[in-house]
């Protein structure tokens, strides 16, 4: 989570610096970029428990599911499908906010 937060505000910076000619970010949708990065990081978790393809690489999908359920359930909304852990892609889309 620290990583992903912080990568992000480097990536908002060098956006407002560079490109938006200073001009700031909305609070919308620097929240809504922050839950897109946990939620590409987390289905990037997920497709790392395949154990067909990573073998004794792969991740545990009991530390996946340990890392990633409470996060995906924030603030009254639920990202998380009822099979998000067994899917390729389990994880529901962002609402704008």
């Known amino acids: 989570l620290i990583t992903?937060?912080?990568h992000l505000a480097w990536k908002l910076r060098c956006e407002r610096v560079i490109e938006n000619e200073v001009k700031n970010f909305s609070e919308t949708e620097?929240?809504?970029r922050w839950r897109h990065a946990l939620l590409l990081?987390?289905?990037y978790?997920?497709?790392l428990t395949d154990k067909l393809r990573y073998?004794?690489?792969?991740?545990?999908k009991k530390i996946v599911e340990a890392t990633w359920s409470k996060v995906l359930r924030t603030e009254?909304?639920?990202?998380?499908t009822r099979d998000w852990m067994s899917?390729?892609?389990g994880l529901v889309g962002i609402r704008a906010g």
């Open 87 to 89: 899917r390729s892609v």
């Open 45 to 47: 978790d997920v497709a």
């Open 41 to 43: 990081r987390a289905q």
């Open 55 to 60: 073998e004794k690489k792969a991740i545990s």
């Open 76 to 80: 009254g909304e639920n990202y998380l």
């Open 4 to 6: 992903e937060t912080a």
């Open 30 to 32: 620097v929240r809504n």
